[in-house]
């Protein structure tokens, strides 16, 4: 089965990022939603951290990341989630800091179980065509895969964990 990232452009301003998972879609749900999950994982590149990991996982609950790196630099994004239907599904919005995405992003996270593996699936709706460009053109693919490659390790240790 193919670990793969697949990263698209879809229309005029959505990505579509698709990857598999050997776990079932519980695991990884848990994985994206739970802060000491993430934590392990959702760290960015080397030499960074996931200083900031709040979730209030309902409809209509806030969630904060801050990412941090050696030198102290920050990173932050932050949103509201509109749906949840766990372990399927997530729909929140995202807008960072900065604001280099040009405005707030829709995010939909869809699990869906393939045998004892979950494809995840998200699309990223940005607000603008030349937005969605520019995240396209950004080191957005290479710093997913090394997150998500992170995450196997992850999702590998929490099932060894629960086989105990």
């Known amino acids: 089965m193919s670990h793969k990232l697949e990263l698209t452009a879809q229309g005029d301003r959505e990505i579509v990022i698709t ?3 050997d776990a079932p879609p519980h695991l990884v749900f848990d994985a994206l939603t739970i802060p000491a999950l ?3 994982w959702f760290t960015g590149p080397d030499g960074w951290t996931l200083a900031t990991c709040e979730i209030d996982l309902r409809v209509g609950g806030a969630y904060r990341y801050v990412w941090e790196n050696l030198d102290g630099t920050r990173m932050g994004t932050g949103g509201l ?3 949840i239907l766990s372990p399927e599904r997530i729909l929140q919005t995202e807008k960072y800091d900065d604001n280099w995405t040009g405005g707030e992003t829709l995010n ?10 979950t494809r995840l699936t998200t699309t990223v709706v940005y607000p603008s065509r ?10 957005m693919e290479s710093g997913i895969t ?8 992850v999702l590998a240790a929490v099932q060894q964990e629960q086989a105990q």
């Open 19 to 21: 990857r598999m998972f």
């Open 38 to 40: 993430l934590k392990r």
């Open 81 to 83: 989630y509109r749906e």
């Open 108 to 117: 939909t996270a869809t699990l869906t179980p393939i045998g004892d593996a």
């Open 130 to 139: 030349e937005m969605r460009d520019a995240a396209v053109q950004s080191p």
């Open 146 to 153: 090394i997150g998500y490659d992170r995450l196997d390790t």
